[in-house]
């Protein structure tokens, strides 16, 4: 099993930066991708970024290209996920989910193991 921990959410303007933490423990995989998810209410949970095991490779849905960025730290089992230029329409529930592969899919179904999210809500 592999426990994931968002943190990071928030209560921010339209504009400001957020920073999503998200720490993976227990079953450590040789070679796993990790994305990260949102899920508005009333709305479907939908891709947002994913990055591979070394971190070389990234992909990102339109919404979040030139605003989000991902990354992980290894050493410490966390990947993150920087937001800056927030929009009232990132308000979302986002979680952290983990693939035990080193393909980089963006279909939540794909993934193994899910976080429980965290909050974040882009006031106007």
């Known amino acids: 099993q592999v426990q994931l921990v968002e943190s990071g959410g928030g209560l921010v303007q339209a504009g400001d930066s957020l920073r999503l933490s998200c720490a993976a423990s227990?079953?450590?995989?040789?070679?796993?991708?990790m994305g990260w998810f949102r899920q508005a209410p009333g709305k479907e949970r939908e891709f947002v970024a994913v990055i591979s095991w070394s971190g070389g490779n990234t992909y990102y849905a339109d919404s979040a290209k030139g605003r989000f960025t991902i990354s992980r730290d290894n050493a410490k089992n966390t990947v993150y996920l920087q937001m800056n230029s927030l929009k009232p329409e990132d308000t979302a529930v986002y979680y952290c989910?983990?693939?035990?592969?080193?393909?980089?899919?963006?279909?939540?179904?794909?993934?193994?193991?899910w976080g429980r999210g965290t909050q974040v809500t882009v006031s106007s």
């Open positions: 989910a983990v693939r035990d592969s080193i393909v980089l899919v963006t279909n939540a179904n794909k993934y193994d193991y």
């Open positions: 227990g079953r450590t995989f040789s070679r796993y991708a």
